[in-house]
């Protein structure tokens, strides 16, 4: 099962971004999906997560600026970037849990002037 991502690039401070992640339809259907990143030198954290029903959690560091959401149509989530900041730059990768974890090949987000 592949997790496909796009909408990674460069962007200044204060810009927006989203990012969008499809899967297979039979693991969009039970998976509880997510978020990461990993900045270099820095572990993985999680960004956001949203369940396979809708319910959403979010990192401290992006609350109010970055929202995650569903589309059931086209198996895919996003992650909407807002007011971005330098210290966002990294690799982001979605993550899809079932009773395994299956990641994307992760998009570079750069936060630049």
């Known amino acids: 099962v592949q997790l496909v991502e796009s909408g990674g690039g460069l962007v200044e401070p204060g810009g927006s971004l989203r990012l969008s992640c499809s899967t297979a339809k039979r693991l969009f259907d039970v998976a509880n999906m997510a978020w990461y990143r990993q900045a270099p030198g820095k572990q993985r954290e999680l960004v956001a997560g949203?369940?396979?029903?809708?319910?959403?959690n979010y990192a401290d560091s992006v609350k109010g600026r970055f929202t995650i959401s569903r589309d059931e149509t086209n198996n895919t989530i996003y992650l909407h970037m807002n007011d971005l900041k330098p210290e966002d730059t990294a690799v982001y990768y979605c993550?899809?849990?079932?009773?395994?974890?299956?990641w994307g090949q992760g998009t570079q987000v750069t936060v630049s002037s």
């Open positions: 949203i369940t396979s029903r809708g319910r959403t």
């Open positions: 993550n899809a849990n079932t009773q395994n974890l299956f």
